[in-house]
C-alpha cells in the first residue's frame, strides 16, 4: 500500500511569490490533514478535510493560505503571498475514520523556506 | 488551554542503555493518548496509542504508560538502539473536535 506523499519536498521562494504545495493520501482514506512546524515550535494542526468538505479549518493562520481538495482525493495548500513566517515544514496525515483511531499516516513533508 | 508539555528536550545515551520519556498534558475532554517516532526528514510514524482506560501499552522495546488522574505518560525504551535516534513526540486528542495536540518532542540521540 502505497504511504502518503507530498510534493515538493523542498521549495525555496522569495518573498511575496506563490507556492502550492501537494499531498496524496493513501487510496480509500476520506480524512485528510494538514499540519505546520514552525522552526523550533511543536507540530500545530491547519485543516481536516472529510472528503472534498473542510471539517474544521480552525488553524488556518490567514487567508493567505488556501486549501482545496476537488473530488475527495489529493489536497493542495496554497500560500499567496507568502511571507518570511511561514516557514517550516508542512505535513499531510490521512486516516479512515474520523477520530483517526485506526491510525494517522504521515507524509514525509514538504520544508518551506521562504526568503 | 490545551497543552503538551514534553521533557527532557534532549537526551544522549549510549547504545544498549535504557530510557524514560516525559509527557504531561491539560487537555481535556481527553480521547487518547499518542507517542510517535520522527526521524530527520521523515514525518512521524505512531508507536502506540492509548485511551483513558489503558494504563500500559507495549510496542517491541517501547512501553507507554498513561495516568489518566494525574495526566502524565512516559515513554520507555530498552535496550536502545543506534536506530532510536530521533525525536519522540507525545500527542493528545481532544474528544470534542479529534484535533491533535502536539508537544514539542524529545530528541534523543544514541552514542555507540
Known amino acids: 500500500e502505497a504511504g502518503v506523499t507530498q510534493f515538493p519536498s523542498h521549495s525555496v521562494i522569495e518573498k511575496g511569490q506563490t507556492v502550492t504545495l501537494r499531498c496524496d493520501p493513501i487510496s480509500g482514506h476520506d480524512n485528510l490533514y494538514w499540519y505546520r512546524r514552525v522552526m523550533g515550535k511543536e507540530i500545530k494542526f491547519l485543516l481536516h478535510f472529510v472528503k472534498e468538505s473542510k471539517q474544521d479549518e480552525s488553524g488556518m493562520p490567514n487567508n493567505r493560505f488556501l486549501a482545496e481538495r476537488t473530488g475527495g482525493t489529493y489536497s493542495t495548500l496554497k500560500v499567496q503571498p507568502a511571507e518570511l513566517e511561514d516557514s517550516g515544514v508542512y505535513f499531510c496525515?490521512?486516516?479512515?475514520?474520523?477520530?483517526?483511531?485506526?491510525?494517522?499516516?504521515f507524509g514525509s513533508g514538504t520544508r518551506l523556506t521562504v526568503v | 488551554k490545551n497543552q503538551v508539555e514534553q521533557s527532557p528536550q534532549s537526551l544522549i545515551i549510549l547504545e544498549g542503555k535504557n530510557c524514560t520519556l516525559q509527557c504531561n498534558y491539560t487537555v481535556s475532554p481527553f480521547s487518547n493518548l499518542r507517542w510517535y517516532k520522527q526521524d530527520t526528514g521523515r514525518g512521524p510514524v505512531s508507536l502506540t496509542i492509548m485511551t483513558f482506560s489503558e494504563n500500559t501499552k507495549s510496542n517491541g522495546r517501547y512501553t507507554a504508560t498513561l495516568d489518566a488522574d494525574t495526566k502524565q505518560s512516559s515513554l520507555h525504551i530498552t535496550a536502545s538502539q543506534l536506530s532510536d535516534s530521533a525525536s519522540y513526540i507525545c500527542v493528545v486528542s481532544a474528544d470534542s473536535n479529534y484535533q491533535l495536540i502536539w508537544g514539542a518532542g524529545t530528541k534523543l540521540i544514541i552514542k555507540p
Open positions: 496525515a490521512s486516516s479512515q475514520d474520523l477520530a483517526g483511531r485506526r491510525g494517522y499516516t
